[in-house]
């Protein structure tokens, strides 16, 4: 029988061992080796039936067996001193703390998806597994940083696979407190909620949910409570599960809801209210919004005057290289929501204005999540160098007339945190070989540290590991359509064979069924008698998306012809767990999506921290960091005429790749070690373990992003947001009169028509500034080599300084002097642009006069 409800019994722990429970709640375990290895010797067994989740383990493990450990001395001890090394933890400076100058008070990061641990299921994919890996890379560099998310009951969904192949979804229900979350409480001990007045009367509440990832507060906002209806209490059901207004008001829970829930955190602990925004994807946009309104009501802002303050402090990281992947809803259900209770002071035409598509291609009947946070924040970057100039050209359309290189969204190429996802084999290994665990800060290049044989040795033991998963999760998957597994499963991969792995979300532009394009040739290498290859898979497909079910479907069914059973297998459920064995398990890491559809693509990066070559199209990260000799690039085929002779091509070069290259160097011995490969297993630990770990990534989102907004909002905000509001005039003034402001003529002296390096080019410009001054603006030259279109590359700029006011006939000039230290086919042009201290770019306004 079913029970009707469910709920928690805490264990009752002796004096002795009360730590635990401070041990169990703060998510640092889940990256720390001791305290993971202190709650495991406790009942191994029990350990992994609980899913490694050590709130779940002191609920499970019996009063009888805690009062056993109570009078184990040295377990005792243990706890003592994996307390000591968490105080320590938690209270020492660390990078963060260290860095001279001035920097942000508080940061809140706000994302639809946290991946922290396979036992808190919370994420999808690489959005979720990016979110939660910089957290623990920001606790772990002491930047003050707090989470803001939603708590999904049912998580996204657990997977199985039928007999048909088909992926099926289940949707267990989570017990907050069984997975070590904290109710947040008032001084009084009443849980503090927030609440969102909603069209119709309706009022949307929710619960806040506090996780302590190292010393990074998580707070994630929780529907259901009995101030809900029935039907709002279902608005955190599942992550991205429905759409419509189901999907809208969990992006309105979380943009406007976590707003509030930071203001009652800190207002509960005592923390400072953060100086900078970060918006990890559009998901959460409407905190822009929220945080304008309580500008304009509560410091009596006009509407200009809280975006300017706004989009000083706010950070937005767009992850989709394509449109099909942003949130969209249609213009009138926004404008409902921006018309109601909700959004207090805010003009409901003009805040829905700056989530229209209102650009060349856009609908202007649909309000763009995206659009919506570039428009309120004035730091905006891609997830790699590819990544941020196909983000420039896919919203170049909002800054009309800007060249595409100039379009003001950077770059800052995602990272790994690389003590959750190295293997602890290869830890190991570290701290005898370097003296401590940091794998990715050591020269794996020195053989006279590690020998082949031992690195090789450690790396075959993680092949071993990854096999008997793969093993076990095929026989508990066979066992729930038979009362036996088949006897084949004994067989099931080989640690001596090149293993390849390919896992990660299945939409169709990933090509999950790349590799099954000539099924034969596939069946040939998979299955060579001498020199054999084997491929690990997993995925998931989101539930409403049948054709990434239909790809999964093809790639179960031809793992299970007989020919290659046993050398390719599709693995069920692909979560953090099995990640965590799946990447350090295998030679080479798979990726093969459509040019240039990858943002970055952190998977591989995992496996290369664990010493797998890459094999991959030259994508996100990949096309960054690929250097001929940490693993192989599969050509594009760039100049194919249609879909099936571009996969075709690409196809046939990652057949040939693995025949011609990857093989012959893994299989080739001496004394029966690659010494070839395992150089270049070398190369890529050494060069990716400076680049590729979140450590990296969140330094540089401090510096380049971080430190710039704390800066920008520190300044506006000011003698009661005196530059606020001065930004906002001079932005309405600039507006106003650019439609008049022009290049009347331009004058070159200096330069004969065959001119030499070092010769002075003097250029004059008389520009109408239609009631502006000169200071108001940046008049340029922009010069370089110019192509076969006269087009300019390589550009250089130069300002321009105006000689005097305006002239009789209304025109200022401007002049410069500029030596010319390019040869070649040269070139240029004058522009004006918009100039003021608190702009980060000169083109962010979308505002420029070219001469023509």
């Known amino acids: 029988m079913k029970a009707i409800r469910t709920f928690t019994v805490r264990p009752v722990l002796a004096d002795s061992l009360a730590a635990l429970d401070r041990l169990a709640s703060n998510w640092r375990w889940s990256w720390s080796r001791t305290p993971y290895d202190l709650f495991s010797s406790m009942d191994p067994e029990l350990w992994a039936e609980v899913g490694e989740n050590p709130v779940q383990m002191l609920g499970a493990i019996g009063q009888e067996r805690l009062d056993q450990l109570a009078d184990d001395e040295e377990f005792v001890s243990r706890v003592r001193e994996e307390d000591e090394r968490l105080t320590a933890y938690l209270a020492g400076d660390r990078w963060f703390q260290r860095l001279e100058g001035d920097k942000p008070v508080h940061i809140a990061y706000f994302s639809p998806e946290f991946g922290v641990d396979g036992s808190l299921p919370q994420y999808s994919g690489g959005l979720g597994i990016l979110a939660g890996d910089h957290l623990k890379s920001s606790s772990d560099l002491g930047v003050p940083l707090t989470g803001v998310g939603l708590f999904y009951r049912a998580g996204y969904f657990r997977q199985s696979i039928g007999d048909d192949g088909w992926q099926r979804e289940s949707y267990p229900l989570l017990d907050p407190y069984g997975l070590g979350l904290t109710l947040l409480r008032d001084t009084d001990g009443a849980p503090v909620q927030i609440a969102l007045d909603l069209p119709g009367d309706r009022r949307l509440a929710a619960r806040i949910w506090v996780a302590d990832i190292g010393r990074i507060p998580l707070l994630l906002l929780d529907a259901e409570t009995p101030s809900n209806s029935e039907e709002l209490r279902r608005v955190t059901d599942r992550l991205y599960g429905g759409g419509g207004e189901h999907r809208l008001l969990q992006e309105l829970l979380l943009g406007v809801g976590g707003v509030r829930a930071v203001r009652a955190f800190c207002a509960a602990t005592g923390r400072p209210t953060p100086d900078v925004y970060h918006t990890n994807e559009g998901h959460a946009g409407f905190q822009g919004l929220e945080r304008m309104s309580e500008y304009i009501t509560g410091a009596g802002l006009s509407f200009d005057e809280a975006l300017a303050q706004v989009r000083a402090s706010t950070v937005f990281t767009t992850h989709t290289p394509v449109p099909a992947g942003i949130d969209r809803f249609p213009r009138d259900l926004i404008s409902a929501y921006l018309s109601s209770a909700l959004f207090r002071g805010l003009d409901a035409e003009r805040a829905l204005a700056l989530g229209l598509e209102d650009y060349d291609g856009g609908d ?148 999950l069924t790349l590799m099954l394009r000539d099924p034969e040739r596939l069946t040939r290498i998979l299955t060579d008698p001498e020199r054999p290859v084997q491929i690990v898979i997993g995925g998931k497909s989101h539930p409403a998306d049948d054709s990434g079910k239909i790809l999964i479907q093809q790639l179960v069914a031809f793992s299970r012809t007989p020919a290659v059973r046993g050398r390719i297998v599709f693995l069920p459920d692909y979560d953090i767990t099995l990640a965590k064995t799946l990447y350090p398990g295998c030679d080479v890491w798979l990726n093969n999506p459509l040019r240039p559809l990858e943002a970055c693509g952190t998977s591989g990066m995992k496996a290369a921290l664990n010493g797998a070559l890459n094999l991959s199209i030259l994508d996100g990260w ?14 594009t085929a760039d100049t194919a005429t249609n879909e099936v002779e571009r996969d075709d091509a690409e196809a046939a070069a990652l057949y040939d790749l693995i025949e011609h290259r990857l093989v012959p160097t893994f299989y080739n011995r001496e004394n029966g070690i690659p010494r070839e490969w395992m150089s270049m297993v070398r190369h890529t630990m050494t060069e990716l373990g400076k680049r590729a770990t979140a450590d990296r990534m969140v330094r540089d989102y401090v510096t380049a992003l971080y430190t710039p907004a704390a800066a920008h909002d520190a300044a506006l905000r000011a003698d009661d947001h005196a530059k606020a509001r001065e930004l906002a005039a001079y932005i309405g003034r600039v507006r106003a009169s650019w439609p008049n402001v022009s290049i009347a003529h331009i004058d070159q002296t200096g330069i004969p028509q065959q001119a030499a390096a070092g010769d002075l080019l003097e250029v004059k410009a008389a520009v109408r500034l239609d009631g502006l001054c000169a200071d108001d603006v940046a008049v340029e030259l922009i010069a370089g080599n110019t192509d076969e279109n006269d087009e300019l590359v390589y550009t250089s700029s130069t300002r321009l300084r105006a000689r005097g006011p305006a002239g009789a006939d209304g025109l200022t000039e401007f002049t410069c002097v500029q030596p010319l230290t390019v040869t070649g086919s040269f070139g240029y042009t004058v522009r004006v642009v918009p100039s003021h201290p608190q702009l980060v770019s000169a083109v962010e306004l979308g505002l420029v006069t070219y001469a023509s």
């Open 622 to 635: 990949w096309d960054e960091w690929f250097d001929g000799r940490n693993g192989w690039a599969i050509p």
């Open 364 to 511: 202007r009947g649909v309000f763009n999540m995206a659009v919506l946070g570039l428009h309120l924040g004035q730091h905006a970057n891609g997830v790699s160098l590819l990544h941020g100039d196909v983000s420039r050209h896919m919203f170049g359309a909002l800054w009309p007339g800007v060249d595409a290189d100039e379009v003001p969204i950077g770059s800052i190429t995602n990272g790994v945190h690389a003590p959750t996802w190295v293997h602890d084999r290869l830890k190991e290994l570290s701290e005898r070989r370097f003296g401590d665990s940091a794998v990715p800060t050591h020269d794996w290049t020195d053989t006279a540290r590690v020998s082949d044989e031992e690195l090789w040795s450690v790396r075959y033991d993680m092949k071993r590991e990854l096999v008997a998963e793969a093993r076990r999760r095929v026989a508990a998957s066979a066992l729930q359509s038979s009362p036996v597994a088949p006897a084949w499963i004994e067989d099931l991969l080989d640690p001596d064979v090149l293993t390849i792995g390919f896992a990660r979300r299945v939409p169709t532009y990933k090509r």
